[in-house]
């Protein structure tokens, strides 16, 4: 475990459970809520705030995919899911190569030397993640590189949960909104119009979303109540599409910032899918910032 630390700011990494977060605190709140989710078997039953997806996002449909003229099955890694989901990083412990008081880099190599490692991901790849706290916030950078002698298609983003109550807002702009099937693959491609329009700012309350947004922009702005922090997710460009994940019924709400929509390695007819093709030793990566905005508080009447 790792304890970065800053003015107000105290962030806790777990580099043995895929460099995820358990912790952040910002001037005595806590922003991320830890979830533990029995069926992701590689996290061993450990609640975690966030953690990285890599080296593709959300759902594979079966876990199969084909690419460069080979057809691959990867192994089912979410108990009760017919899909494999999330990558494998999350799955190994990282590295940490670097360490200051306010900022850390950890790293994690695939290399697909038996069957079992093959059925997580048939390439070998390096990841490098770095979490850093700075006095406007969580800078996180994260890098993929080809570590094969074949041309390898990736995707990444990163999944924080957030606390979240019945009064909360979630505001962002997208072009469109995947629909889903009963286990989650997209299904229909709806503009985003109407309860699916939230560049004004949507009530979340009601509503149980677990939804890919195409054509995001790179900013969200969520307000998880009238009297805790307002959260600004900001992304670079390669992240074009954002999850929202939301269980408020359990206090949280999952806003991920993705490079592709989900299942997009089977989805080649789909524009904009985010599919990054990575030659031999080539690496690709994006930055994210999440900044903590001092409480808003309801007008007096």
Not at 164 to 184: C, H, I, P, Q
């Amino acid at each position: 475990m790792l304890t970065l630390k800053r003015d107000e700011q105290s962030l806790t990494i777990l580099p043995d459970v895929g460099a995820a977060l358990v912790q952040w605190q910002v001037r005595g709140h806590d922003i991320l809520r830890p979830v533990a989710n029995e069926a992701l078997r590689g996290q061993k039953g450990i609640a975690v705030g966030a953690y990285p997806l890599l080296p593709y996002v959300n759902r594979l449909a079966k876990g199969q995919f084909a690419f460069g003229g080979e057809a691959h099955q990867l192994a089912l890694n979410m108990e009760g899911c017919p899909h494999s989901i999330h990558g494998n990083g999350w799955e190994h412990e990282w590295q940490v190569s670097h360490k200051t008081e306010s900022h850390a880099i950890l790293t994690f190599e695939h290399k697909p030397e038996d069957e079992a490692a093959k059925r997580e991901w048939p390439y070998a790849y390096r990841a490098v993640i770095s979490y850093e706290l700075r006095a406007d916030g969580l800078h996180i950078s994260l890098v993929m590189k080809n570590c094969d002698e074949r041309d390898q298609p990736v995707g990444f983003g990163f999944h924080p949960f957030f606390h979240a109550t019945e009064a909360a807002r979630l505001t962002f702009n997208a072009d469109s909104v995947w629909l889903t099937d009963k286990t989650g693959l997209p299904e229909t491609q709806k503009a985003c119009e109407g309860e699916w329009d939230f560049s004004k700012g949507q009530a979340l309350a009601g509503r149980v979303l677990d939804n890919g947004f195409a054509g995001f922009t790179g900013s969200a702005l969520l307000e998880p109540s009238p009297t805790t922090p307002p959260v600004t997710i900001k992304a670079d460009g390669i992240f074009s599409h954002l999850v929202v994940f939301s269980q408020l019924a359990d206090d949280y709400v999952a806003i991920e910032p993705v490079t592709s929509m989900t299942d997009a390695l089977n989805r080649p007819d789909s524009a904009g899918r985010g599919v990054h093709v990575l030659a031999p030793g080539q690496s690709c990566g994006g930055m994210l910032h999440v900044q903590v905005e001092a409480p808003r508080r309801p007008a007096e009447g």
